[in-house]
């Protein structure tokens, strides 16, 4: 079964996951990418190193470029359907406000999916 993978999109429109992607190096966007493929793939399969599983139902996507660690904040929203939260980079732990940041958007997507989510096509540039 293919897992659909949305984006969250804040009450505006802006889905922080998609500008925190734009800034990163081209290497590092396509590691990324490459991540959500696989869970895209897997599902509940995916495992460490790609992911782990942090708090509340949220867990993080895993790429590393160089010295530095990216993390994708996700949660799963129904039976094959994946929430992708939003983005960030990481030293020595994940900040307590980034997974909190994902708790409330997901949240907020399950009050109102349509409002709140667009789906991701990870498989449209090959």
């Not at 997901?106 to 709140?116: G, V």
Request: glycine share 6%; aromatic share 12%.
């Amino acid at each position: 079964m293919k897992t659909k993978v949305l984006i969250f999109k804040d009450g505006k429109g802006l889905a922080s996951l998609v500008e925190w992607l734009k800034k990163q190096p081209a290497r590092t966007r396509d590691k990324c990418i490459a991540k959500v493929k696989r869970l895209s793939l897997m599902w509940h399969k995916l495992r460490r190193p790609d992911c782990d599983y942090l708090t509340e139902g949220i867990y993080e996507l895993r790429a590393r470029d160089g010295n530095v660690n990216y993390r994708i904040f996700y949660g799963f929203v129904g039976q094959s359907i994946v929430l992708l939260s939003h983005g960030c980079t990481k030293e020595k732990e994940v900040p307590k406000r980034q997974i909190e940041k994902a708790v409330n958007n997901i949240a907020n997507y399950k009050k109102n999916p349509d409002k709140y989510s667009f789906e991701f096509e990870v498989y449209k540039n090959g």
